[in-house]
């Protein structure tokens, strides 16, 4: 059972957490009469996060397959590191996505959200297809759609049933971290991305644009809060801009450990650091979200 736990990554889970989690309190704060909906929100967050494990082991099954990944020191270690085979990888991933997708049926019935099955069909078909947009230096726009815009206007249309734009509004308070992650761990790997003949889109614009890439990743989420506080766009209060100012302390860390590589530095775990400052970004993001629905 802990060999399975593992190799799904559960250090990253942050990153489908956080776009379910936020939505979810970002209505309650917006819209009270959505707050009678929070069991709903935690059906919807347990779906992605069995989306999330289903697409990670997918990803390391082609990986392995492509000779992405061949030593468990760099790069996930579920096969090259023994934890699991590559027969069992897949077919674990294949498990886990049926299971999601029926967990999603079943919250579509229950609902009567029946817009939700394109939702559904969209994510799988994403993480389906991620592996192949990857290797075409499209994976970093699939990361923003599967866990930045598609969950935020899924989950809003579960608790609302509608298709509700103005729940973007939270979007971008975390979905560029989520980037960040895979951007961070395809920077690192150009070189052996290379070798096995993929193109990732660090690759294509080369490492000095990847750490800029990188620091407007990071830190446009307080970019975003700061201008919305300040203009009074999407209802925000000011414990979420004091959030995201806490939240800059793991990114300025995330920056310089970045900044490091025009110095012969390494970035082996860059990306893990950068899902710590999604974790901490999406709780301290909640906690000020839970202050408005009580306070303000």
């Not at 023994?82 to 498990?95: E, F, K, N, P």
């Not at 734009?165 to 560029?176: E, K, R, V, Y």
Request: proline fraction near 5%.
């Amino acid at each position: 059972m802990k060999r399975y736990l593992l190799a799904t990554r559960p250090w990253s889970f942050p990153v489908s957490v956080a776009p379910v989690l936020l939505t979810s309190l970002y209505l309650f704060a917006v819209r009270p009469e959505t707050l009678s909906m929070w069991p709903i929100a935690i059906w919807t967050l347990v779906s992605m996060m069995l989306f999330h494990a289903a697409s990670n082991l997918w990803s390391d099954f082609f990986d392995y397959r492509k000779g992405v990944d061949t030593d468990p020191s760099v790069g996930s270690p579920t096969i090259t590191g023994g934890i699991l085979t590559d027969r069992q990888t897949l077919i674990y991933a294949s498990v886990l996505l049926i299971v999601s997708l029926l967990n999603g049926l079943a919250l579509m019935f229950v609902t009567a959200c029946w817009p939700l099955l394109i939702f559904g069909a969209v994510g799988a078909l994403l993480i389906v297809c991620y592996p192949w947009l990857k290797f075409h230096a499209l994976g970093d726009l699939d990361i923003l759609l599967t866990f930045g815009i598609l969950p935020t206007l899924g989950t809003a249309y579960v608790l609302t049933g509608e298709l509700m734009w103005s729940s973007l509004w939270i979007t971008p308070a975390f979905a560029t971290i989520t980037v960040a992650v895979l951007h961070a761990n395809n920077t690192r790997d150009t070189v052996r991305d290379s070798k096995a003949g993929i193109h990732t889109f660090a690759m294509l614009i080369g490492q000095k644009a990847c750490q800029w890439v990188y620091y407007a990743e990071i830190w446009l989420p307080l970019i975003w809060m700061t201008v919305c506080f300040s203009m009074g766009w999407g209802g925000f209060a000011w414990p979420c801009l004091a959030a995201v100012v806490i939240a800059c302390l793991p990114a300025r860390r995330n920056t310089t450990v970045m900044a490091s590589l025009s110095r012969g530095g390494t970035i082996d775990t860059l990306d893990q650091f950068t899902a710590q400052h999604q974790l901490l970004n999406t709780l301290l993001l909640s906690l000020a979200l839970v202050a408005q629905i009580l306070f303000f």
